[in-house]
């Protein structure tokens, strides 16, 4: 059974950084490119950032380049998600996912292309 479990969400103040961490099992974790996204109340699910297989490869939304960074180690089936300069309209739950790519350089940044998914875990950003 595949399982993604989030951690490292909180309540920080606007400037902050966290580090999301994205835990996988019952995967062979490196065969999967991992993505990050969130979802704000009353707002629609929006990519954040997405990795290769390899973590050769990484995408990011605009609203979050330059400020955020993915990476993974596949040696702990670990996808992360380092938050830098944190504004208040990055409050939103964030859920990792997961899907199965050949291609050890593709990555993914739609979410109806994502097979596996986490719980989320919440940020909130205040002023």
């Known amino acids: 059974q595949v399982q993604l479990v989030e951690s490292g969400g909180g309540s920080v103040q606007a400037g902050d950084s966290l580090r999301l961490s994205c835990a996988a099992s019952g995967v062979i974790f490196s065969n999967y490119v991992m993505g990050w996204f969130r979802q704000a109340p009353g707002k629609e699910r929006e990519f954040v950032a997405t990795i290769s297989r390899s973590g050769g490869s990484t995408y990011y939304a605009d609203s979050v380049k330059g400020r955020f960074t993915i990476s993974r180690d596949n040696a702990r089936f670990t996808v992360y998600l380092q938050m830098n300069s944190l504004k208040p309209e990055d409050t939103a739950v964030y859920s990792c996912?997961?899907?199965?790519?050949?291609?050890?350089?593709?990555?993914?940044?739609?979410?109806?292309?994502?097979?596996?998914w986490g719980q989320g875990t919440q940020v909130t950003v205040s002023s």
């Open positions: 996912a997961a899907v199965f790519r050949v291609s050890n350089s593709a990555y993914e940044s739609r979410a109806g292309e994502m097979q596996y």
